[in-house]
């Protein structure tokens, strides 16, 4: 499973995401590649994703993907990462 994580830049809040959704995932018990980008290189970085975590002013800018794309609100609660990632991979 390919999971990323997107944000501006690539290398601040998309890196705080993808640290806590490896800790959710593991909680979890379900194992994922999870990548940290920034919104220009979504297409090409998210092309095989399964799931992109990312802030509401960047939803737009993904455009068409296949993958479930998961508004988070806050990046430190990881109380919302694990409800959402729950919810979206089942």
């Known amino acids: 499973m390919k999971i990323v994580a997107i944000c501006g ?25 999870v990548t940290a980008a920034d919104i220009s290189s979504v297409r090409t970085v998210a092309a095989d994703a ?4 990312t802030s509401s002013e960047f939803v737009e800018a993904i455009g068409k993907t296949f993958a ?5 609100e806050n990046y430190f609660d ?7 990632l ?5």
Request: glycine fraction near 8%.
């Open 9 to 33: 830049a690539g290398i601040g809040s998309s890196s705080i995401l993808k640290v806590n959704a490896e800790r959710v995932l593991a909680n979890l018990g379900l194992e994922a590649n």
């Open 50 to 53: 399964q799931v992109i975590l």
């Open 68 to 72: 479930d794309v998961i508004v988070i």
């Open 78 to 84: 990881l109380r919302e990462l694990t409800e959402k």
């Open 86 to 90: 729950e919810k979206s991979l089942g």
